[in-house]
C-alpha cells in the first residue's frame, strides 16, 4: 500500500444550481491510478423538531410529508436544506426548521454528521435536534410542497420499521434521536 492515495487531478464536467460534477484522477491504496465521477455539494443540516415531552419516552416530533420527484412523490422527512456558502451546519438548520416546519428552536442538540452516499458524492449532512420550539410563520421555496405533521416518536419508528419512511438522512436522524438524545 502506497502512503499518499487521494487525488491527483480533477476537472469539472458540469456546474449546477445544486451541484457539480467533476472527474477526478484518483491514486488508489495500492498505487494503482483511475478515474472517479464525483458529485461535489455544499452539505446540508436536517433538524427532528421536537415538539412536545422530550423528557418522556414517546415525544412528539415534527415530521415533513413532501413531494420529491425523484421518489415518484411524498416522502417522510426532517426539515433539510443545503448550506449556504459560509454558512455553519447550525445557522441552516435553525433556516430550515422556520422555513419549512414554521418552527424556532430555543437550542439545538448536535446529534451527528453522515456522508450520504461516500461512493460518489461529498456531501455530508450534519443532523440536530431541535427543542422549545415555538410557532412561526414558514417560508418554503417555490419548488417546495410539503405539509408538516406532529406525531408521536413511536409511530415513526414504526413508520421506518415498516418501509413507510424511506429517506436515508431522515431515518439516521430519528434513530439516532431516539438511542442517544438527552433527555432535556
Same mark, same amino acid.
Given at each position: 500500500m502506497t502512503d499518499?492515495? &487521494?487525488? !491527483?487531478?480533477?476537472? #469539472? *464536467?458540469?456546474?449546477?444550481?445544486? !451541484?457539480? %460534477?467533476?472527474?477526478?484522477? *484518483?491514486?488508489?491504496p495500492d498505487g494503482s491510478i483511475g478515474e472517479? $465521477?464525483?458529485? #461535489? +455539494?455544499? &452539505?446540508?443540516?436536517?433538524?427532528?423538531? !421536537? %415538539?412536545a415531552g422530550s423528557d418522556t419516552a414517546d415525544p412528539q416530533i415534527l415530521l415533513i410529508r413532501q413531494y420529491r420527484y425523484a421518489a415518484g412523490g411524498? *416522502?417522510?422527512? *426532517?426539515?433539510? &436544506?443545503r448550506l449556504d456558502p459560509g454558512e455553519s451546519p447550525e445557522t441552516c438548520a435553525h433556516r430550515e426548521l422556520e422555513e419549512e416546519a414554521?418552527?424556532?428552536?430555543?437550542?439545538?442538540?448536535?446529534?451527528?454528521t453522515i456522508f450520504t452516499t461516500p461512493g460518489f458524492i461529498d456531501e455530508r449532512i450534519h443532523l440536530f435536534a431541535a427543542h422549545?420550539?415555538?410557532?412561526?410563520? +414558514? #417560508?418554503? $421555496?417555490?419548488?417546495e410542497f410539503m405539509e408538516a405533521v406532529p406525531l408521536p416518536l413511536s409511530r415513526v419508528l414504526g413508520m421506518i420499521?415498516?418501509?413507510?419512511?424511506v429517506d436515508g438522512k431522515s431515518i439516521v436522524a430519528v434513530l439516532f434521536f431516539a438511542a442517544f438524545r438527552s433527555r432535556v
Open positions: 499518499h492515495p &487521494g487525488q !491527483v487531478a480533477s476537472r #469539472r *464536467v458540469y456546474s449546477g444550481r445544486i !451541484v457539480q %460534477l467533476d472527474i477526478d484522477t *484518483v491514486r488508489f472517479m $465521477e464525483m458529485i #461535489r +455539494h455544499p &452539505g446540508a443540516a436536517a433538524v427532528v423538531p !421536537v %415538539l411524498p *416522502v417522510w422527512e *426532517v426539515p433539510a &436544506g414554521g418552527a424556532k428552536a430555543e437550542r439545538l442538540e448536535r446529534l451527528t422549545g420550539l415555538t410557532p412561526t410563520p +414558514h #417560508r418554503r $421555496e417555490p419548488d420499521r415498516d418501509g413507510e419512511m
